[in-house]
């Protein structure tokens, strides 16, 4: 009976063996993504606490600016799905071109920043010499920012049709890239000087270069420009790109304020002082391991998603959830009894932080505080499985305005206000730390509740991003057959 139920649950369209060939790819892909973060923090950490702790706060900052271009061009990820579903190939290449227009924008704007760094982070308030490293890496951070919102864009083409594992193989080389050149340039290795924390800022301008450079040449190859338009698709489309903005600007703006709201979260909590801020970087960087790694299971299940209900399959969508649900929550489960029972397993590479020569904090001091945090972040990342997944589905069906309001309600009510009270007043043990962190546990719990009461009423079924074929759609003709000369 329960290998009936296993294998029931396992195969067939929506199980979690169709999940899996969509998500682990995108999994594999964040985890680089993340092991980069991490090595990127830890060197850091042995070159400097200071350095280590305003990179945090400078990477958290540039990215709050730019996660709503990088929510809305990542939305082409649903449109990519739908059409793909189905069956408008055509439609694809006009849709990322669409995207790569509003990331250039957004990378503009994060250009014109540059010379307002110093009063950005003067406004933060942390102390001085945090201040000029901050300063320094966000300036670097806003150069990258056109080249990482188009991989937002383009890696869509790749992500929306469940063609995962390009994507991997791309961030995996970036990733590689990224760590070596952080071991050079910030400690000064092989003849170069020794930049530091510009060194870590600039290693990641030439590996997000890198990926962009792949992704254009692959995007524009034969193949792709005859089947999914991604050279004649180039022209606007100010419908599709209306449609865009229409459904994506809801999904940048739940980003963006989900991502402001934990930035003022750090920012206020480093103000209590360098040991607060350095232990929360530490909890928030090892929450990175288990958090990350599922972000490409919600990438997955928005794409299965939007391929079912493209071709009017919602029960294989509401199977597909269900199935991602129970992979996610196996995951945290292993996750948070890590963080709760092997705590010093995970903190072995901050062990080497900095001596506290140059006015920083030691290892010593910072460990106590982290073991307890680590605590909140075990029991928070179990209920993550539903903000997730269950987002993950809405979002892959173009519930994004949903998503948006509850997230806005949820996280400024319950964790950031709180949070600014608790800390400016420096209520409760620990200065107001301990309980700033069960308003941001209880604002995890509260939104994976409502995500799942909306997916449950199924209102998500019947929606739609994309527009209905005006013809039939006729079968694609296999590459094999077009003819060489046919451009």
């Not at 292993?334 to 006015?359: E, Q, R």
């Not at 994004?400 to 209520?427: A, D, K, Q, Y």
């Amino acid at each position: 009976m329960l290998l009936s139920i296993v294998k029931n649950r396992w195969c067939g369209p929506g199980g979690m063996a169709h999940v899996l060939a969509i998500a682990i790819p995108m999994i594999l892909s964040t985890s680089a993504h993340t092991v980069q973060m991490f090595t990127d923090r830890m060197f850091l950490s042995w070159h400097s606490s200071l350095e280590f702790t305003a990179s945090m706060q400078a990477s958290i900052t540039s990215f709050t600016l730019i996660c709503f271009f990088m929510g809305v061009t990542g939305y082409a990820n649903t449109f990519v799905a739908q059409y793909t579903g189905s069956g408008q190939h055509h439609r694809v290449g006009p849709s990322i071109w669409q995207a790569n227009y509003f990331a250039i924008i957004g990378g503009l704007f994060m250009l014109l920043l540059i010379p307002y760094a110093d009063e950005i982070f003067r406004w933060v308030g942390h102390e001085q010499q945090v201040q000029a490293y901050e300063v320094t890496y966000f300036r670097i951070m806003c150069i990258s920012a056109i080249p990482a919102v188009l991989n937002s864009a383009l890696a869509c083409f790749y992500t929306g049709r469940g063609q995962t594992w390009v994507v991997f193989w791309i961030n995996v080389a970036a990733t590689i890239i990224n760590i070596v050149l952080d071991y050079i340039m910030i400690f000064g290795k092989y003849g170069c000087p020794e930049l530091g924390i510009a060194g870590a800022g600039w290693a990641t301008v030439i590996a997000t270069v890198f990926s962009t450079l792949c992704y254009i040449y692959l995007f524009l190859g034969r193949e792709n420009r005859l089947r999914y338009n991604t050279l004649a698709g180039l022209k606007p489309d100010w419908q599709l790109f209306g449609r865009l903005i229409k459904f994506g600007c809801p999904n940048g703006f739940h980003f963006l304020l989900d991502v402001a709201g934990f930035t003022l979260f750090i920012m206020f909590v480093g103000r209590l002082g360098n040991l607060e801020l350095a232990a929360s970087n530490m909890a928030f960087q090892l929450n990175h391991l288990a958090f990350f790694p599922m972000i490409g299971l919600g990438i997955a299940i928005s794409t299965v998603t939007g391929h079912a209900l493209g071709a009017d399959k919602p029960d294989e969508a509401v199977r597909a959830t269900w199935s991602a649900c129970i992979l996610s929550f196996a995951y945290m489960i292993v996750m948070a009894l890590g963080f709760v029972l092997c705590y010093d397993f995970f903190l072995i590479p901050f062990a080497s932080m900095g001596s506290g020569a140059d006015g920083g904090i030691t290892f010593e001091e910072v460990r106590p505080v982290v073991i307890i945090l680590l605590r909140f972040v075990a029991l928070y990342c179990i209920f993550d499985t539903g903000n997730i997944v269950f987002a993950g589905t809405l979002k892959g069906a173009g519930d994004t305005r949903f998503v948006m309001f509850c997230s806005l309600g949820l996280c400024w009510g319950v964790m950031v206000l709180p949070t600014i009270l608790l800390t400016e007043n420096h209520i409760g043990p620990g200065n107001g730390l301990y309980l700033s962190w069960i308003a941001l546990t209880l604002f995890v719990c509260l939104l994976a509740g409502v995500f799942y009461f909306r997916f449950a009423c199924g209102k998500w079924k019947s929606m739609r991003v994309i527009e209905q074929p005006k013809f039939p759609v006729l079968p694609a003709i296999p590459y094999s057959e077009v003819p060489a000369d046919l451009e």
